[in-house]
């Protein structure tokens, strides 16, 4: 069985050389460009944000937590003093403040986005969301689900904008049982957050459909992280530390898994590389658990798309959005995009979507 990759003990180097094999220590420049990454302030979404700092972008993170926000930014500055990073707070499981949010940005486009925040219970009791939602499905899929119709107007304006949704290998083994898509009848945790992680590559396939059915510019891709594992990652003080003893008793799992520095480069791969277009799945190459990110073909219940319009059917009346998009943008001001967001925000405050 092949060794484990080897981990990076740096921050990967920008390259402006012409196109060639992707090399994840060697990312592309994205200068100018800007990116949010949800859940950016630990674990996979922390390497996500360090490894796309470290290509000149701004990349801003979406935190529920400012005090472990700062500490994200702060690490990353640590290694990267040039670094444009900064953070906004942002709570999936609480709808009505998405808005609040996305006027936080103060961006007049959006490059990508990286739908990577995520919760995971291993036990009962079954949790809610303020708004009603199991808690996992509401903030995995549902709160990503009416954040990215906040973030269409932003995303439009940006010459090629792009979605990557963060799903998981354990949505692999689930079906969505779309009569009880919150487990209020049977709930079991596992099952609950593997159904959750599927909705959420449903829906970013789905979008994918939705964007080339308008002629958007906007890509949706899909990617999952394989198995990652606390013991493999190195240490980003005081996001993650590891001992010396956690990382000797981690070495045996390197041969299957890997640590969520490596975790990440699928998600990064979705939002830098040229060649990557909408409705792709990109996964570790190492049986889906590890390595360098590579395409993977949709197959089987990934690829239903009589299952994923149903969900986003779904999605839109729990939520009471969709997510939105035209034809590009055509070199529309800031202001003209700054005011096309404000007045969608304004509406939904009249309407009352959020008091659901």
Known sequence: MPSAPPMPSAPSTPSTSPAGPWDVHRLPSAQGKTFLVTGGNAGIGYFVSEQLAGTGATVVLGSRDPAKADAAVASIRSRLPEARVRHIRLDLADLSSLTSSVEALEVDRLDAVVLNAGVKFDQSPRRETGDGHEAMFGINHLGHFALTHWLAPLLTAAPEGRVVTTGSFAAKSERLDLDDLQGTRDYQPERA????KLAQMLFGFELDRRLRAVGSTVRSVV????????SLTPSRPPVH??????RLRGLPAGVLVQGKEAAAWPAVRAVLDPSVTGGQLWVPRVFGLRGV????????HLADAEVAARLWSASRDLTGVEPEFGPPAG??????????????????????????
């Open 193 to 196: 957050y593997g159904r959750s």
């Open 223 to 230: 990617t999952h992280p394989g198995g990652a594992l606390d």
């Open 241 to 246: 530390v590891r001992t010396p003893g956690e």
């Open 293 to 300: 990110p590579h395409r993977e073909p949709v197959r089987g």
């Open 331 to 356: 070199g529309r001001s800031g202001r003209v995009v700054r005011e096309l967001l404000g007045a969608s925000i304004r509406r939904s405050h009249r309407t009352g979507w959020f008091s659901r």
